[in-house]
C-alpha cells in the first residue's frame, strides 16, 4: 500500500482489483455472516471487531442503508463477484472469527445467502422489519432508533431517517420490479422533501434567537435521493419521464449546495445564510467539514454529469479538490502546502482559523475517504488526470493501510471491514466495526462504485502493457 504522504503507483485497474477484493473478500462477508437478526428480524448494526453484537438497538438510517446495499449488491454485481463472495464467506465461516455476544447480550445471527437471490431476501426481510416499525403511526414521523423487537427507542428531529427509507425500498423495488414499492419509495422521498423544505414540521417553530442559517445537508441527500431513484427504470424514455418533472428541484438543489462554496475561505461552509452569505458570529456559520464537502462536491458532479453542464462540473470539482486540500492531515500529491501529518482526513475545521469546537474535530473517521475516493474516481474517469489518479492513489491506500480489516493484524483477527475511527496521528481510537452512525453503507458503496469507475477509467485512459 502506499506509505504515508506518498503514493503506491497502482494503476486504475490495480486499484480496481484491490478494491473488488476488500469489498467481496472481506467488508460483505462481514455483515452478512454477523448482522441479520434471525430472532426480530432486521440487523444488528453495532458490532465489535470481531463481528460479535455489543448493543442491540437497530438505528433506522443504518437499517435501511443495510437494506439499500444489500439489494444494490444483487442488483449490479457480477456473476465472477458473487462467487468471490460465496467464496470468502465460506471461508471465513470455517475460522469461526465471531463469537457469543459481548457483556453478555444474546443474540440470534442468520447467516446470509451469499448469492444474488439470498441477497435480494435478506434485503426484503430487512425491508419488511423497516415497514412494520420504523414509522410512528401518531404523527408519520419515522424513528431514529428501535429496540431489538422493533418497539422505538429514539426520534430525532430531523429528516434523515424517512430519505434512508426511501433509499432502501426503492432498491429492493428495482430487485423485485415492483411498481407497487416503487410508488411507495416515491411517497417517502416526497415526505422527505416536504419536511425539508419545513423542518418546522419536524422540530417545531424555531426559537425566537436562532440563526436563519441554512445547512448544506438538506439538498445534498434531496439531490443524491433523486438520482438514486432514477435507476429503478430500465429504458432512458421511462428515466427522462420520472426525472423531467423534477428539473427544476434537482437544479435548485444543485444551487442550494454550491452556494455553501466560499472559494475566497477555501472552504464549503455547512451552514449559511440564505443568499449564501457568510455569518462570522458563531462556530456554526464557520463550520467546513471536508468529507461532506467532497461528498456534496460528487453529488453535484454526478447530476452535472447527467445534464451535460461541464461549468458546475468544474466548479464541483474546484470545490472537492481545496477540500481534500485543506482537511488532508500530511502530503498530498500536487497540494502546495500541505501538513507535516500521517494523512488522512481532519473531520471538523473553521473556516476563520479559529479552534473547530467539536472535541473529535482532529481525529480521521472512515467516511470522509470513502467519499473522497469516489470523488476522485469519478474524476479520474471523465478526465485522466495523473494528477487524480496519484490523488486517489493516497487516498486509497492510506484508507486500506489504516481501516481495512481485511487480513490479520489490524484492530481485529481479520474478521473483516474497516475500523471507523483513528486519532489525529492515525492511532485506531475504537476498534468497533459497527456502530450508531457506521453500518453497512459508507465503505462497501465506495468499493462497489470505485471498482467500477476506475474499471471504466482503465478502459479510456490506461493503455494495456
Known sequence: MAAAGGTSGRTASEWAGVLEADLFESVLPFWLLYSEDAEHGGFFDCLDANGRVYDTTKHVWLQGRQVFMLARIANEATNAQLGQLRSACERRAALELGGPAVVGLEASIRAIEPSRQGLKDAARRGLDF????????????????????????????????????????????????????????????????????????????????????????????????????????????????????MAELRAAAVRDVMKHWHPELSATLENVRADGGVDPSGSDGRLHLPGHAIEAAWFVMEEALRTGDDATYAEARRLGMTSLEAGWDGPLPGCAEPRDGPGGLVYFMDALGADATQLEADMK?????????????????????????????????FAMDRFSDGKPGMAGPGAGEWVGYLSRDARVTHSFKGGPYKGCFHVPRALFVCTSLLREAAERHEKPE
Open 365 to 397: 473517521l472512515w467516511w470522509p475517504l470513502c467519499e473522497a475516493m469516489i470523488f476522485l474516481a469519478m474524476d479520474y474517469r471523465r478526465t485522466g488526470d495523473a494528477a487524480t489518479l496519484r490523488r486517489f492513489d493516497a487516498v486509497a491506500g
Open 130 to 245: 423497516l415497514l412494520a416499525h420504523a414509522e410512528d403511526p401518531a404523527t408519520g414521523h419515522v424513528w431514529f432508533a428501535l429496540t431489538a423487537d422493533g418497539r422505538a427507542s429514539a426520534a430525532q428531529r430531523k429528516p434523515f431517517s424517512a430519505a434512508f427509507l426511501a433509499l432502501a425500498i426503492s432498491e429492493v423495488a428495482r430487485a423485485e420490479e415492483s411498481d407497487e414499492l416503487f410508488a411507495l419509495a416515491k411517497s417517502w422521498y416526497d415526505r422527505y422533501g416536504v419536511w425539508a423544505a419545513d423542518p418546522s414540521l419536524l422540530r417545531g417553530p424555531a426559537p425566537a434567537g436562532a440563526k436563519p442559517l441554512e445547512p448544506m445537508n438538506l439538498p445534498m441527500i434531496a439531490l443524491n435521493l433523486v438520482s438514486e431513484l432514477g435507476r429503478y427504470f430500465k429504458t432512458d424514455a421511462e428515466r427522462e419521464a420520472f426525472e423531467a418533472p
